[in-house]
Antibody, heavy 121, light 115 residues
C-alpha cells in the first residue's frame, strides 16, 4: 500500500524559511517522480513543484520559482520542499504526491494527507 | 482566462447521472491533452479517479468504481467526468487537471451535491 506522510508544517513569519518532508513507503521510491501540490484552506488546488526519479529534472510554479527548492533522497525514501522568503499567500495545506512513472509529466496518482503551513506575523 | 474551467456546483438526485465538464481555454485543443480527475471530500486529500486522453489511452484509479468514466466533447473543447448511478458518498469536490506549458494546471473544482 502506497503511503505518503508529510511533516514540517507549522506557523512561520513572513520572510522566514521552512522545510517540508514527505516519507514514502509501499512502492519503489526511486522509480517514480514526485510532486508537491498545495491548497489554501477552503480553496482550490495549485501545483507547486515536481522532481523526476533521479533529481536531474525539476519544475516549479511561477508563484514559487526562485523561493522554493524541491529535492529527494532516494536512499531515505524521502521528498523535501525547502521554502524560503515565505509570504502570507503561501499559507496552505501542502500535499506530497506520487507520479505515475519516473518522469514528472506523467501525472499524479497517490496523495499524502497534507501538512498545514501558516505564514503570519 | 483560466486554462481549465469547471462549473462551481452541480446538484443531482441519487441514482441519476452527473456530467462534470472541464473546459479548456480557447486555442488549447482538448484532443491533445490527457485530462486527470480527482475527488476530494471534506477534511481529506484528493484521490485520483481516472485519466482520459482517448478510448485507447485511459486509466481508472485503483478501486474506483466503473460508474466513474471519462470522455471528451471535442465540440465543447472539454473533458468530461461522468458519474452514473449517483450515490450519497459521491458528494464531494471534483477537480480536473492537465499538463500544459511545462506546468500542471488544475481546474477550479466542481462541488457535487447529491440531493
Amino acid at each position: 500500500e502506497v503511503q505518503l506522510v508529510e511533516s514540517g508544517g507549522g506557523l512561520v513569519q513572513p520572510g522566514r524559511s521552512l522545510r517540508l518532508s514527505c516519507a514514502a513507503s509501499g512502492f519503489t521510491f526511486d522509480g517514480y517522480a514526485m510532486h508537491w501540490v498545495r491548497q489554501p484552506p477552503g480553496k482550490g488546488l495549485e501545483w507547486v513543484s515536481s522532481i523526476n526519479w533521479k533529481s536531474d529534472s525539476v519544475g516549479y510554479a511561477d508563484s514559487v520559482k526562485g523561493r522554493f527548492t524541491i529535492s529527494r533522497d532516494n536512499a531515505k525514501n524521502s521528498l523535501y520542499l525547502q521554502m524560503s522568503s515565505l509570504r502570507t499567500e503561501d499559507t496552505a495545506f501542502y500535499y506530497c504526491a506520487k507520479a505515475f512513472s519516473y518522469d514528472f509529466w506523467s501525472g499524479l496518482n497517490y496523495w499524502g494527507q497534507g501538512t498545514l503551513v501558516t505564514v503570519s506575523s | 482566462q483560466a486554462v481549465l474551467t469547471q462549473p462551481a456546483s452541480l446538484s443531482a438526485s441519487p441514482g441519476a447521472s452527473a456530467s462534470l465538464t472541464c473546459t479548456l481555454r480557447s486555442g488549447i485543443n482538448v484532443g491533445t491533452y490527457r485530462i486527470y480527475w480527482y475527488q476530494q471530500k471534506p477534511g481529506s486529500p484528493p484521490q485520483f479517479l481516472l485519466r482520459y486522453k482517448s478510448d485507447s489511452d485511459k486509466q481508472q484509479g485503483s478501486g474506483v468504481p466503473s460508474r466513474f468514466s471519462g470522455s471528451k466533447d471535442a465540440s465543447a473543447n472539454a473533458g468530461i467526468l461522468l458519474i452514473s448511478g449517483l450515490q450519497s458518498e459521491d458528494e464531494a469536490d471534483y477537480y480536473c487537471m492537465t499538463w500544459h506549458s511545462n506546468a500542471y494546471v488544475f481546474g477550479t473544482g466542481t462541488k457535487v451535491t447529491v440531493l
